[in-house]
């Protein structure tokens, strides 16, 4: 299955989640534990976070449409199938790399209102972990 994975300070990346029994383990340890969906759009996708990112203290990744606020920690774009998830189809992958090439600083809460400040985004270097575990921001 082919995914989008946007972490925090960094610009989105496809990555291969192999079939197996392994398969949840993967998606796990991608978003850094217990995966949660959230469906923010009218296309067949779905974001999938750390259901406990925010009360984790994972750093404020990005925003997200919906009513959903924002994303704690690193989270995937994939494809919706039948009764699971799937490869996130290429001109997709297109259109959320371009939606979540800008970073973004969790400046403040205004009621229910995130304010966010847009930083732009570094490589992900290629020899580094798809989750790193720090609780902290990437240095800049």
């Given at each position: 299955?082919?995914?989008?994975?946007?972490?925090?300070?960094?610009?989105?990346?496809?990555?291969?989640?192999?079939?197996?029994?392994?398969?949840?383990?993967?998606?796990?340890?991608i978003v850094g534990g217990l995966?949660?969906?959230i469906y923010p759009y009218h296309e067949e996708v779905a974001i999938v976070?750390?259901?406990?990112?925010?009360?984790?203290g994972l750093p404020f990744n990005r925003s997200v449409p919906g009513g959903y606020g924002g994303v704690f920690g690193t989270f995937f774009i994939c494809g919706l199938g039948e009764e699971d998830f799937c490869s996130l189809?290429?001109?997709l992958m297109e259109r959320f790399k371009k939606e979540f090439e800008t970073s973004e600083i969790l400046i403040g809460v205004k009621g229910?209102?995130?304010m966010t400040f847009k930083v732009p985004s570094r490589p992900?270097?290629?020899n580094?972990?798809?989750h790193e575990k720090s609780h902290s921001s990437p240095e800049r």
């Open positions: 299955m082919n995914v989008l994975v946007v972490e925090p300070g960094y610009q989105p990346y496809e990555k291969e989640i192999q079939d197996g029994a392994d398969h949840l383990e993967q998606m796990q340890a995966i949660e969906p976070c750390n259901e406990e990112g925010l009360i984790n189809p290429p001109k229910d209102d995130l992900k270097p290629s580094s972990p798809p």
